[in-house]
């Protein structure tokens, strides 16, 4: 018999240890007969062990029979399978592009689902443009996942697409995903059709909220600023850190010196509030970095010694905040605290203060 031949018998020893050498004997050598018999005992294999050989040796191998070979497997019923036919399928790059392109043409939409995700793997410029193709996908959600991978990607070229999808879709998945990639690569033209979609605070659906966020962390500007006031007074206790994020994106676009009264106001109240100390010290830094004169009763009044990660914000703020009037305040505080890191904090922002003297 042939060197395969006595390969592929090993391939169906009852061993587990000569099945999984045979498979990766066949890969070694690169003996393409063997992709086939490889492929089927995938299929049929019970051991973790050789499925993950045989994965793995696949995956080392190439050549277009290796992709015409292993795409049937996409409509496997076992979930290793088809996961470990997709990663085969990426290995081979833009090898694999003529393949799949023909393959998102599969009446099967599953399969259609799964090329897409080889897709995203390959990650190419030429990749994305067929990724580009599943948003005009007869099933919802490959054009969801399509336009999800696009913003994964970060590729801009099907901008249009997107907003267009955005615009006219009735499916609130798919606007929610529209959002998340128009966050990622969104133009002027995104901006403007989300402040068309959702003019009020009321016309943002609570499954858009989060989406929404995001959208205005990356792309938002003082006209959102309303809307997340809002949302902090109704929805705060469950999104703050996406509100937080928001805030901090539109002040981070357009830089400014002192912030409205009503978002002092819904700060201060959202401080008080029920959110987690991190999110207090984020607010706390953030507000250090602006002028108000009320900041600096606000952050005096979260020297908190018993509270070591709102005290550092405070401490932080006030170092950003630079009044100098705080600096007796802080000597108070910097005899109760032992702990290093926020002794540290407290002499940063003292020596900061000092040179301001």
């Known amino acids: 018999m042939s060197v395969i031949e006595d390969l592929i018998i090993d391939l169906n020893s009852e061993d587990e240890k000569t099945r999984a050498f045979a498979a990766e004997d066949i890969a070694c050598d690169g003996l393409l007969e063997g992709i086939g018999p490889m492929l089927a005992r995938l ?66 939409k599953d399969t259609r689902k799964f090329i897409l995700d ?26 969801i996942t399509a ?7 970060e590729d801009d070229r099907w901008i249009k697409g997107i907003n267009n999808l955005f615009a006219r879709s009735d499916n609130v998945l798919l606007r929610c995903t529209c959002l998340e990639t128009m966050a990622l690569i969104g133009n002027e033209e995104s901006v403007e059709c989300v402040n ?68 002092i106001g819904v700060i201060a109240n959202y401080l008080e509030s029920d959110i987690k100390d991190i999110n207090k010290y984020e607010l706390l830094v953030l507000l250090g970095k602006y002028r108000n004169k009320e900041i600096y009763t606000i952050l005096l009044k979260y020297l908190e010694p018993r509270n070591p990660l709102i005290l550092m914000g405070a401490m932080e703020g006030l170092g950003e905040y630079g009044n100098p009037e705080a600096i007796p305040f802080i000597k108070d505080i910097q005899t109760l605290v032992q702990d290093e890191e926020q002794r540290e904090i407290i002499e940063r922002a003292l020596a900061r203060l000092e ?3």
Request: glycine content about 6%; proline content about 4%; overall charge negative.
């Open 43 to 108: 299929e049929i294999e019970s051991s973790r062990y050789v499925r993950e050989a045989i994965v793995s040796s696949l995956k080392t191998m190439s050549g277009p029979e290796l992709v015409t070979r292993s795409l049937p497997y996409l409509r496997s019923d076992d979930a290793f399978v088809r996961n470990g036919v997709i990663d085969i399928l990426a290995m081979q790059g833009e090898e694999s592009l003529q393949a799949l392109r023909s393959s998102l043409q599969d009446p099967d």
């Open 118 to 143: 080889v897709l995203v793997q390959i990650g190419s410029s030429a990749a994305a443009s067929l990724i580009a193709e599943g948003m005009a996908d007869q099933d919802i959600n490959n054009v």
């Open 147 to 153: 336009v999800e991978y696009l913003g994964r990607l």
């Open 196 to 263: 068309k979609r959702y003019p009020s605070y009321q016309s943002i659906s609570f499954l858009e909220q989060y989406s929404f966020l995001k959208f205005v962390a990356r792309k938002g500007s003082d006209l959102h600023l309303p809307l997340i006031i809002s949302l902090m007074g109704e929805k705060g206790q469950v999104m703050h850190k996406e509100i937080i994020n928001a805030i901090e994106g539109i002040l981070k676009r357009i830089p400014r010196d002192y912030l409205t009264p009503d978002l």
């Open 355 to 357: 040179r301001l003297r």
